[in-house]
């Protein structure tokens, strides 16, 4: 610590870590010295002088503290770089003025910590820019300058990532203006900038996070910003995190091609859109806390062509109408919640479905995916009330992971792949694209449930969606008039065949039917190589017109013939 006189010498000062370099002069010249990281001058003697010489160095931190100061010392544009901490404790009854005539650009690396007193950037007839790439606190005193509508005075929140503002106390005032650079987010919590007569820009990419009840306005002293002039950019983030109810405010764009976030992993907030609607372009974030779900209490949300919906956070989400409306939703939805995200009622996603992490439970809804699904380390989750619709033009598959569902319905050329295994309790409709199977999984079907061809061309079985084992009880045939579902394999059903549109082509294989053939309008095509097997069961068997190779039936109460039966081979009765 220098407390005494320094004599010129040859020798070069340097203070270093932790090194403490008090000026206790009242004016003068500050030392020549190399300042390594974490050393501190401090200026603590100045009384009645008017100026001070020798802030032209490459300071660490940089104190002022003069309570006994009676006068405006000014330092003549010439403080520049602070690669520390600006903390100003005391001016006393007089003022700390940053420049007035030579223009300066000072730049903080560190945080800015201003405890009390006046500091004055200057102005009068000179441009002041101060670069603050750390955070900023505000206890008590004056930030102010000349009041000059020629010159510049401008505060740049500058990081490539989070800075705070905490301001509990003191006052800006006159033509100060703020900036936040893109890539910054500058963290207001509930503090308030107000009293400056200047501009606030939020620039494209910028995020502004407030947790103040009444948001971002427009204009007029309320809201987090209070500045005279603002521009608050649709490109930039807006990020409420208020913990309960919260208004939007009248400052938030419409529409919205940066972000809005609403909560925070401390902060469950409810958010009131002040200016009724709002159309998202880019990006809707919920975040929940361990308490409880964020939510937009009030508004009408919209999305562009391309936009998102992410849902994240530290407690289990449920899905709500104001966030996703029925009509004009989100292309793409991402979950990224590790406790989950539930479906609240049946939607469809004509994007992407990114499954970052956590599951997604359907619940008794309806999903419908016409676009892509991607997988992190989460899942969708259904039970025997779930419907997951598959859709859409794309040629490429859809995976499906392990999944219990009431329906599965395929109409996407690409089809689907299964990388697990699927329960199917109801009904599975292939309507376009096929089933492909990863690493032996596959599809089983519970008792009472069908498995349903209904395209528009012609089809044909595939074991993926028509197992030997675990196959599904029952077989539908509901296509247009003239047109075939082929049978590729022999196949036993538990239950019933099912025909009510098209035509049934059983080719060279044999069927086996616990139940019986029911027609309501399709029709059943054999030929010399084909069999049906009635096997033992409670009611007659009903068979439509066609041409068997055998026809076998093992049942007490027989088959009702429908129609002529040709058998060009053997007729079995048991």
């Known amino acids: 610590i220098v ?339 539930s479906l609240n009622f049946s939607r469809t996603i004509t994007g992407n479905l990114n499954l970052i992490q956590g599951n997604f439970g359907l619940g008794s809804n309806t999903l419908q995916l016409n676009g892509t699904l991607t997988y992190g380390t989460g899942t969708l989750e259904g039970t025997c009330l779930s419907t997951l619709g598959i859709g859409g033009t794309s040629g490429v598959a859809i995976d499906i992971s392990n999944l219990t569902l009431g329906n599965l319905n395929l109409n996407r050329p690409g089809g689907i792949r299964l990388t697990g295994n699927v329960f199917i309790c109801t009904t599975m409709v292939m309507t376009a694209g096929s089933v492909t199977q990863l690493s032996g999984n596959a599809i089983s079907y519970q008792s009472g449930s069908r498995l349903i061809y209904n395209g528009t061309g012609a089809q044909s079985t595939a074991a993926e969606e028509f197992p030997l084992l675990s196959g599904p009880p029952s077989l539908e045939v509901d296509k247009p008039t003239g047109t075939t579902l082929n049978l590729q394999f022999s196949r036993t059903l538990a239950e019933s065949l099912i025909l009510k549109g098209g035509i049934f082509s059983i080719g060279p294989n044999s069927l086996t039917l616990s139940g019986t053939i029911l027609n309501s309008g399709g029709s059943l095509l054999g030929g010399s190589a084909s069999g049906i097997q009635f096997a033992p069961g409670a009611s007659a068997g009903a068979l439509p017109a066609v041409q068997l190779g055998n026809l076998t039936i093992h049942r007490n109460s027989g088959v009702i013939m429908n129609g002529d039966c040709l058998i060009c081979g053997t007729l079995t009765l048991h």
């Open 3 to 341: 407390r005494g006189t320094i004599v010129n010498s040859a020798e070069e000062l340097v203070i270093q870590n932790g090194g403490l370099y008090q000026y206790n002069r009242d004016g003068g010249t500050i030392d020549d010295a190399t300042w390594n990281d974490g050393s501190t001058c401090e200026i603590n003697g100045i009384g009645s002088s008017s100026s001070l010489s020798g802030a032209n160095q490459s300071f660490y931190h940089f104190k002022w503290n003069c309570p006994s100061q009676t006068s405006e010392t000014n330092l003549a544009g010439d403080l520049e770089t602070i690669r520390g901490n600006l903390i100003l404790v005391s001016t006393g009854s007089g003022n700390l003025k940053m420049g007035q005539t030579a223009d300066y650009i000072l730049t903080i690396t560190g945080n800015w910590i201003h405890q009390n007193g006046i500091l004055n950037l200057g102005g009068g007839s000179s441009n002041a820019y101060i670069n603050l790439y750390g955070n900023f606190t505000m206890e008590a005193g004056k930030i102010t300058e000349y009041n000059s509508a020629s010159y510049i005075s401008k505060i740049t929140f500058t990081k490539s990532g989070t800075q705070t503002l905490n301001k509990t106390g003191g006052i800006f005032e006159n033509n100060i203006d703020f900036e936040v650079l893109s890539g910054c987010t500058l963290d207001m919590g509930e503090s308030v900038i107000d009293g400056s007569l200047g501009m606030f820009s939020l620039n494209g990419g910028a995020t502004l996070k407030t947790a103040h009840s009444g948001g971002i306005a427009a204009s007029g002293a309320t809201g987090c910003i209070r500045t005279t002039n603002r521009y608050l950019s649709s490109a930039a983030h807006y990020h409420y995190c208020r913990n309960g109810a919260q208004a939007s405010g009248s400052g938030l764009p419409s529409p919205l091609t940066g972000k809005l976030m609403i909560g925070s992993s401390i902060a469950a907030s409810s958010l009131t859109l002040t200016n009724g609607s709002v159309t998202i372009s880019n990006l809707l974030l919920l975040c929940s806390s361990s308490a409880g779900n964020s939510a937009i209490a009030s508004g009408t949300v919209t999305y562009g062509a391309m936009a998102s919906l992410e849902y994240q956070g530290m407690s289990a989400q449920t899905t709500a109408l104001k966030e996703w409306p029925s009509s004009s939703g989100p292309f793409n939805v991402i979950l990224n919640n590790p406790f989950g995200v």
